[in-house]
T-cell receptor, first 116, second 110 residues
Framework: DVKVTQSSRYLVKRTGEKVFLECVQD?????MFWYRQDPGLGLRLIYF???????EKGDIPEGYSVSREKKERFSLILESASTNQTSMYLC???????????????FGPGTRLTVT | EDQVTQSPEALRLQEGESSSLNCSYT??????LFWYRQDPGKGPEFLFT???AGEEKEKERLKATLTKKESFLHITAPKPEDSATYLC???????????FGQGTRLTINP
């Protein structure tokens, strides 16, 4: 079974703190993704990566950065947390799709981040 | 721009009452349409991938179908444990990322 794990299920941070969210997958997937999910707004893509040290901006990258130093690990960084970054953060991974091939994303359990 | 719209936003059914959820999409060169189930406070769980119009896939009480413009998730004789939010997503030509709909929150009353 594919397994995607996230470092914390719940996290409470103060405004201005630097926050690290870690994600690890054990299926040797090339692609990894970070989303945030808010009521009424659905899943929104923050950043994704299709290879080590590669990153692509998603739909809402402002206020976030990412790091992928190893294939299995993808980190989301909030440089200076703000209250509007309170949300559920979801990590996902998938194989790299080429041409007509397409592969599903597998999600981690999520991290509920509260910024006070 | 690729778009996915799901309807209804919420659906409440009695146990055993069959119904369908809708996912309408516009995408440049569909490479896959995905259905996920998400329980409260958890990450989405993959259900199906559909690739081309006319394709159908089944899993227990769920059947997903695909046309050129929309997909349906049919739920037959649902049980309370089928209560969840169901998400639809598409992958377009040349893309690695998925575009998700807002989801349908399904509640099955015993």
């Amino acid at each position: 079974d594919v397994k995607v794990t996230q470092s914390s299920r719940y996290l409470v941070k103060r405004t201005g703190e630097k926050v690290f969210l870690e994600c690890v997958q054990d299926m040797d997937h090339e692609n990894m993704f970070w989303y945030r999910q808010d009521p009424g707004l659905g899943l929104r893509l923050i950043y994704f990566s299709y290879d080590v040290k590669m990153k692509e901006k998603g739909d809402i990258p402002e206020g976030y950065s990412v790091s992928r130093e190893k294939k299995e690990r993808f980190s989301l960084i909030l440089e200076s947390a703000s209250t509007n970054q309170t949300s559920m953060y979801l990590c996902a991974s998938s194989r790299f799709s080429i041409g007509a091939e397409t592969y599903e994303q597998y999600f981690g359990p999520g991290t509920r981040l509260t910024v006070t | 721009e690729d778009q996915v719209t799901q309807s209804p936003e919420a659906l409440r059914l009695q146990e055993g009452e069959s119904s369908s959820l809708n996912c309408s999409y516009t995408v440049s060169g569909l490479r896959g349409l995905f259905w996920y189930r998400q329980d409260p406070g958890k990450g989405p769980e993959f259900l199906f991938t559909l690739y081309s119009a006319g394709e159908e896939k089944e899993k227990e009480r769920l059947k997903a179908t695909l046309t050129k413009k929309e997909s349906f998730l049919h739920i037959t004789a649902p049980k309370p444990e089928d209560s969840a939010t169901y998400l639809c997503a598409v992958r377009g030509q040349g893309a690695q990322k998925l575009v998700f709909g807002q989801g349908t929150r399904l509640t099955i009353n015993p």
